[in-house]
């Protein structure tokens, strides 16, 4: 017999299912409650709407990985170049290798008809995941490791063809004759990236 405390849980994995599929405006809340094995009275005793379901999709999902990058730098004593790897490959293990990297698609293709939900996504992710890159890229700085930048630009940079690979992931890379390999982009992305930005001043 299933328990009352895994209900909420199963929604969620049945929404993000759907939304990934079909969409936000396109999945139905009762599409999502048979999906669960749960009536549509039951989906309310726990979402009270269809926006508030996509946050909690977003809250269980997503943000748990930034709180874990947020204590990684916090804690870090390794290079920078080494820790904006594992910040990366971690996003990547986390997010992009699941069901939830089907989400920045779906954010992109419905914020002019949802922007109330991309501004939460902002808030929630975008801007979140940002402020761990500016650190990230400000300790290689303080240090010496990387050249003095921009950092708030640079860090959109370093974050844009991991975003790439996620919406080509979900979009054309099933119709492409050769597929991707997911390690060796990223290798050549983590390569060009310590070119630009590794400090040329000599140690004193």
Same mark, same amino acid.
């Given at each position: 017999?299933?328990?009352?405390?895994?209900?909420?849980?199963?929604?969620?994995?049945?929404?993000?299912?759907?939304?990934?599929?079909?969409?936000?405006?396109?999945?139905?809340?009762?599409? =999502?409650?048979?999906?669960?094995?749960?009536?549509?009275?039951?989906?309310?005793?726990?979402?009270?709407?269809?926006?508030?379901?996509?946050?909690?999709?977003?809250?269980?999902?997503?943000?748990?990985?930034?709180?874990?990058?947020?204590?990684?730098?916090?804690?870090?004593?390794?290079?920078?170049?080494?820790?904006?790897?594992?910040?990366?490959?971690?996003?990547?293990?986390?997010? +992009?290798?699941?069901?939830?990297?089907?989400?920045?698609?779906?954010? =992109?293709?419905?914020?002019?008809?949802?922007?109330?939900?991309?501004?939460?996504?902002?808030?929630?992710?975008?801007?979140?995941?940002?402020?761990?890159?500016?650190?990230?890229?400000?300790?290689?700085?303080?240090?010496?490791?990387?050249?003095?930048?921009?950092?708030?630009?640079?860090?959109?940079?370093?974050?844009?063809?991991?975003?790439?690979?996620?919406?080509?992931?979900?979009?054309?890379?099933?119709?492409?004759?050769?597929?991707?390999? =997911?390690?060796?982009?990223?290798?050549?992305?983590?390569?060009?990236?310590?070119? +630009?930005?590794?400090?040329?001043?000599?140690?004193?």
């Amino acid at each position: 017999m299933r328990r009352k405390e895994s209900r909420p849980s199963e929604l969620l994995d049945a929404a993000l299912d759907l939304f990934i599929e079909r969409g936000f405006n396109a999945t139905r809340l009762n599409d =999502v409650a048979q999906r669960a094995g749960v009536s549509k009275g039951t989906l309310y005793l726990y979402f009270a709407n269809k926006e508030e379901l996509f946050k909690s999709v977003i809250r269980k999902g997503m943000v748990p990985y930034l709180q874990r990058a947020e204590q990684l730098i916090d804690e870090y004593r390794g290079s920078s170049r080494d820790l904006i790897k594992q910040i990366i490959r971690g996003w990547w293990d986390s997010i +992009g290798a699941t069901r939830l990297g089907g989400i920045p698609k779906l954010v =992109v293709a419905e914020s002019g008809n949802f922007p109330e939900l991309a501004k939460f996504y902002l808030e929630e992710v975008i801007h979140r995941g940002q402020g761990i890159f500016a650190r990230a890229l400000q300790r290689g700085i303080d240090s010496g490791e990387f050249r003095k930048m921009d950092v708030n630009y640079a860090l959109r940079i370093v974050i844009a063809p991991v975003v790439l690979l996620l919406i080509w992931k979900h979009s054309l890379q099933p119709y492409e004759r050769k597929a991707l390999k =997911v390690e060796r982009y990223l290798e050549t992305h983590l390569e060009i990236l310590f070119d +630009g930005i590794r400090s040329t001043e000599k140690k004193q």
